[in-house]
C-alpha cells in the first residue's frame, strides 16, 4: 500500500518534530564533562619541549592542574611573591604531579610557545613538573576554565576532588591576604587519606585569553 503524498508529507513533519524533541531532551540530560567526585576527563596535550602526554599516564598520583598565563596580573602576583612556586615545590615533592596549562591562543595575552616558554619558566623560578599547550582552547573548555589561575585537584584514583581558587584573597598580591590557601588544605587532606572539606570555590583571576570560536 502505497502512502498518498499528504500522508507522506505528515510522516515526514512528526519524524523531523520527535527528532528535534529527542536532541533537546538528549542535551537536557547530557551529564557535565566535568564534576567533583567524578573521574577527571582525560585528555591529551603536547609540553612546551614537543613531548606528549595524558592525564591518564598520571593514575596512582595526585595531579593538580594550573591554568597559567604568565602576564595576567593575578599570576604575576602568585609568582611575584614566591607563592605559586612554594607550593609547587612543597607538593611534588611529596609525589605530587603539578601541570601548568596554557590555553592562550596566538595572538592573545600569555600565549607561550616552545621557543618563549623556557625562558619564561626560567624567569618566573617555576617549580612545575610540566608546562603544556592547550592553544586550540579545547582542554580549557572541556574542564571549563575560567580564569588564570583555575585550579583543579585529581586523585590517585583520577577523581576529581577540587575545583576553584587558589585561595580566598581575591586580589593581585599574590596571596599576601589569604586566611584559607584551598589548593594548600586540599592536598594536605588528600595526602593524609581524608576526604576534601572544600570541594568547591568560585575562581578568581583574568578570563582564560581563549581562540575565537568559529561561527
Not at 597559567?68 to 615545590?89: A, D, I, S, W
Not at 607561550?112 to 610540566?130: C, D, Q
Not at 590517585?156 to 596571596?175: E, P, W
Amino acid at each position: 500500500m502505497q502512502l498518498s503524498m499528504k500522508n507522506l508529507s505528515i510522516l515526514k513533519w512528526t519524524l523531523a518534530v520527535l527528532l528535534i524533541a529527542g536532541g533537546t531532551a538528549f542535551k537536557f540530560f547530557e551529564p557535565k564533562a566535568i564534576e567533583v567526585g567524578k573521574p577527571a576527563p582525560n585528555f591529551k596535550l603536547m609540553d612546551y619541549q614537543g613531548k606528549m602526554h595524558q592525564l591518564s599516564d598520571f593514575k596512582g598520583k595526585v595531579v593538580v592542574l594550573e591554568w597559567y598565563n604568565p602576564e595576567c596580573p593575578f599570576v604575576v602576583g602568585h609568582y611575584k611573591t614566591g607563592n605559586m612556586q612554594k607550593l609547587q615545590q612543597t607538593y611534588t615533592e611529596k609525589g605530587v604531579v603539578w601541570l601548568l596549562i596554557n590555553s592562550s591562543a596566538p595572538g592573545k595575552q600569555g600565549h607561550l610557545t616552545k621557543e618563549t616558554a623556557p625562558g619564561v619558566l626560567k624567569e618566573n623560578n617555576v617549580k612545575a613538573t610540566n608546562l603544556l599547550f592547550d592553544h586550540d582552547g579545547t582542554v580549557g573548555r572541556l574542564y571549563e576554565a575560567k580564569t588564570t589561575p583555575h585550579m583543579y585537584i585529581i586523585d590517585k584514583d583520577g577523581i576529581l576532588v577540587y575545583n576553584g581558587a587558589i585561595d580566598d584573597d581575591v586580589s593581585t598580591k599574590g596571596g599576601a591576604n589569604a586566611k584559607v590557601n584551598y589548593v594548600a588544605k586540599a592536598l594536605d587532606e588528600l595526602l593524609a587519606g581524608k576526604p576534601v572539606t572544600t570541594a568547591t570555590t568560585k575562581p578568581y583571576g583574568c578570563s582564560v585569553k581563549y581562540a575565537d570560536k568559529v561561527q
